[in-house]
């Protein structure tokens, strides 16, 4: 669904009616993610099957050809209901199965695997985007910008792709499962005790504040090139993408540093470092260097990326991975809490700053040292998640092995075949394409250009 905001905009609707559809569909989103994770089953769940995922898919592709009639009548309620509530429902019953599903498979590299995941789930703008916008030029009329007959173009093309993962997903058999270690009855909270914990409001609120002062910068962030540089369309289109990539690449690359380095540090990281870039934009703003501010702003993204990636693995290290989906599904309003917080904050402290008569360059001066101080609250909740005692853990409900599994063979190693060298080929190609063209929009960035 990342290629409907760009699409969107085409329509030249108001900020407002494009805040509604956003929120919507973050909102349906969210509640649908948790009540898909609440209601799986808690004894070692499996994926879905091809049939349910297929259901999955179903709300999503309706969506997007319920938005596509919306744009033929002109009538921006149909696509709220399209794309806000249809496809976050599709969304958001889908979205456990890939994190779940690659937590069983790198059980010793939960961060790289959550990673993986979040990554793809992210990736959708970079490659939908560019792909949007060349069908957009291709099915351009004189009385059509062509986005209703994009939309169903790409809906029959997302459901071939989404329909061939949905056949391919496998879990980890018996025998790759034996030679890690599977945790037991006393490693797991159940998702109804771990709300009543402090260490799960305090996560809450880490995710929230991460993700509040990383949305607020990538809503302004094309406006802040062209207002305090002075830059173009085309070189702020560029920076968006370079944004896009940066998002991507940071989920994969803070979540693995995360198995390396723990979930906090990786976390106080964010928080430190973040603390350093957002209250150094400004002097780097007034200082004219726009690819030191560029370079600052794609690290803070990253960042935001990134926090996105872990928290699945931070759930998993502090209350079990046996429930981690269910809780992962509740801490996730986090995320519904930090898209109304970020953007509202950021755009009211910019109309105010305006109004006072603030020059436009330094405009996101203030916002920049607030959006800090989010960070510096975030850092102080990270600093006091503290492990579990004993009295929260041994209610889990116990495993038994599964009677049709057969008899392990330790000796046997998992191999890379024809169909897993196609199936990386599948993603790896419009991956690559969608990074060629990002990183071709935004070498302008570097080179002097306005």
């Not at 919306?70 to 149909?78: P, S």
């Not at 930090?338 to 109309?351: C, K, S, W």
């Amino acid at each position: 669904m990342d290629f409907f905001w760009p699409t969107v905009h085409l329509l030249k609707p108001t900020l407002m009616a494009i805040a509604i559809v956003l929120t919507v569909f973050v909102v349906i989103d969210t509640i649908l993610y948790k009540r898909d994770s609440a209601f799986r089953p808690p004894i070692d769940p499996t994926p879905d099957s091809p049939l349910r995922l297929h259901g999955k898919i179903n709300f999503v592709l309706i969506g997007i050809v319920i938005a596509a009639i919306g744009v033929i009548v002109h009538q921006l309620w149909i696509m709220w209901v399209g794309g806000g509530v249809i496809g976050g429902v599709g969304l958001g019953l889908g979205y456990i199965s890939p994190v779940s599903t690659l937590v069983k498979w790198f059980p010793d590299r939960r961060g790289m695997a959550t990673g993986m995941a979040i990554m793809g789930f992210g990736g959708g703008a970079m490659i939908g985007a560019p792909l949007a916008n060349l069908l957009m030029t291709y099915f351009r009329t004189p009385t059509s910008v062509g986005v209703w007959e994009t939309f169903l173009v790409l809906a029959a093309v997302y459901f071939v792709f989404m329909m061939g993962g949905a056949f391919l997903y496998r879990v980890p058999d018996s025998a790759l499962r034996a030679t890690t270690r599977t945790p037991t009855i006393q490693d797991s909270v159940h998702y109804h005790d771990a709300i009543k914990a402090k260490q799960f409001w305090l996560i809450w609120a880490v995710l929230c504040l991460n993700v509040s002062a990383g949305i607020g910068v990538i809503g302004m962030a094309s406006p802040m090139l062209q207002e305090i540089f002075g830059a173009s369309a085309a070189v702020a289109a560029g920076f968006t993408g370079l944004i896009s990539l940066f998002n991507i690449g940071g989920r994969f690359f803070w979540a693995s540093l995360s198995d390396h380095i723990g979930r906090k540090a990786t976390y106080a990281t964010f928080f430190l470092l973040g603390i350093a870039l957002y209250a150094s934009a400004p002097s780097l703003a007034r200082a004219g260097s726009q690819a030191a501010f560029v370079l600052a702003i794609c690290v803070i993204v990253s960042m935001y990326g990134g926090g996105f990636a872990t928290i699945p693995a931070y759930l998993a290290d502090t209350f079990g991975t046996q429930y981690v989906g269910a809780i992962h599904g509740r801490l996730l309003t986090a995320w519904s809490t930090a898209g109304i917080i970020g953007p509202v904050l950021v755009n009211y402290i910019r109309e105010a700053q305006i109004a006072a008569g603030v020059p436009r360059q330094q405009v996101y001066d203030f916002t920049m040292y607030i959006l800090a101080g989010l960070l510096v609250l975030g850092f102080v909740a990270n600093a006091l998640v503290a492990p579990l005692s004993e009295r929260w853990f041994g209610k889990a409900e116990p495993r038994t092995p599964d009677p049709r599994s057969p008899i392990p063979d330790p000796n046997r190693a998992p191999a890379f075949g024809m169909r897993a060298a196609l199936a990386w080929t599948v993603v790896g190609v419009p991956l690559a394409w969608g990074t060629w063209v990002t990183v071709a929009q935004a070498v302008v960035l570097f080179t002097g250009g306005r």
